[in-house]
């Protein structure tokens, strides 16, 4: 299977359980790997025939915007719905999402969803 990936999507939202994470909103970073049949896409050159990923990343950013989950895990697994939600051509998606200086002794803390089409 071929792989599209979106690499460090700075997206801005609320998220986290202290009182203090839930007044401004803070930038999370994402990584999404997105697996599909690019094999017509390589040949045809014509953007229907694979993932709009420029459209894709602009509602994952207004997800983003528009919520304010308390935990990491949640907006990844929303973030891997929209995905699968978007296009049929996405069998499988991977999201790895960092909250920088979530804890004060790391860069950041991050988790990792995978979901496969059903």
Known sequence: MD??????????????TLPQERNIPR????????YSDLERAGKSDDLADTVDYQA?????????????????EKFAAQTAELCLGFSTK????????DKPEAIECAASVAVQIIRERK
């Open 56 to 72: 894709l990343s602009e509602k994952i950013c207004e997800l983003g915007e528009q919520s304010s989950f308390l935990l990491i």
């Open 27 to 34: 930038q999370i970073t994402l990584n999404i790997v997105l």
């Open 90 to 97: 996405i069998a499988k998606v991977e999201v790895t999402l």
């Open 3 to 16: 792989k599209i990936f979106i690499r460090d999507l700075r997206v801005s939202t609320i998220i986290g």
